[in-house]
């Protein structure tokens, strides 16, 4: 049962360009939406997180934009810069059970210089 | 405090052994978790434990598998009788009681290669 969809599975965007990665939820009850970057033998590192009262959260180039009506959320990355080419990845959780994390498939970011 | 410590880094395995992976968490943390990650794929869940207890276990979890948490510190993974499609990536994060929404800290995992 997957729980989170995420779009588009591989991005290839050029230096100063702008990128988006969509995610989609089904379960209502979460309440906690962050997105992880993860480099090639590395274990994810969260990058930015949203909670759905809140429909926007920035922090330096990377914003999160929260549609609780439309159950979707997006990470935008703005001046993409090649030292951001990683596998980004939403998730969402709820605290009620434990927090355990329900991840994306994941997005494979390439930035071109 | 160095994070989240994971060995050994690399395994492999023939099908049909016994394997066992061990996470030491940041001190500090209570709740430590163990997920699976396949390549090209979102880590799923497996177990977590807050302290000692084990409190949540996931389906994807067969009795070939087992975690212990002995005194709250460091975990262990076992799987038994291993078969080609355990091969994964095993990660472990740990965080305060609060979970994901006071911020995980993954370790680099335990990349399995069942032959």
């Known amino acids: 049962q997957q729980q989170v969809k995420q779009s588009p599975q591989s991005l290839i965007v050029q230096k100063g360009g702008i990128s988006i990665i969509n995610c989609a939820y089904e379960?209502?009850?979460?309440?906690?939406f962050p997105w992880y970057q993860q480099f090639p033998g590395k274990g994810p590192a969260l990058l930015i997180a949203?909670?759905?009262?809140?429909s926007e959260k920035k922090e330096g180039r990377f914003t999160i934009s929260f549609n609780k009506s439309a159950k979707q959320f997006s990470l935008h990355i703005m001046d993409s810069q090649p030292g951001d080419s990683a596998t980004y990845f939403c998730a969402a959780s709820k605290e009620t059970s434990g927090s355990r994390l329900t991840f994306g498939e994941g997005t494979q970011l390439t930035v071109n210089p | 405090d160095t994070g989240v410590s994971q060995d050994p880094r690399h395994k492999i395995t023939k099908r049909g052994q016994n394997v066992t992976f061990r996470c030491d968490p940041i001190?500090?943390?209570?709740?430590l978790y163990w997920y699976r990650q396949t390549l090209g794929q979102g880590p799923e869940f497996l177990t977590y434990f807050q302290n000692e207890a084990q409190l949540e276990k996931s389906r994807l979890l067969s009795d070939r598998f087992s975690a212990e948490r002995p005194k709250g510190s460091f975990s262990t993974l076992e799987i038994q009788r291993t078969e080609q499609g355990d091969s994964a990536m095993y990660l472990c994060?740990?965080?305060?009681?609060?979970?994901?929404?006071?911020?995980?800290?993954f370790g680099s995992g335990t990349r399995l290669t069942v032959v």
């Open positions: 994060a740990s965080s305060f009681t609060g979970g994901a929404h006071y911020g995980y800290t």
């Open positions: 001190s500090e943390h209570n709740r």
């Open positions: 949203i909670r759905p009262d809140v």
């Open positions: 379960n209502t009850a979460f309440d906690y």
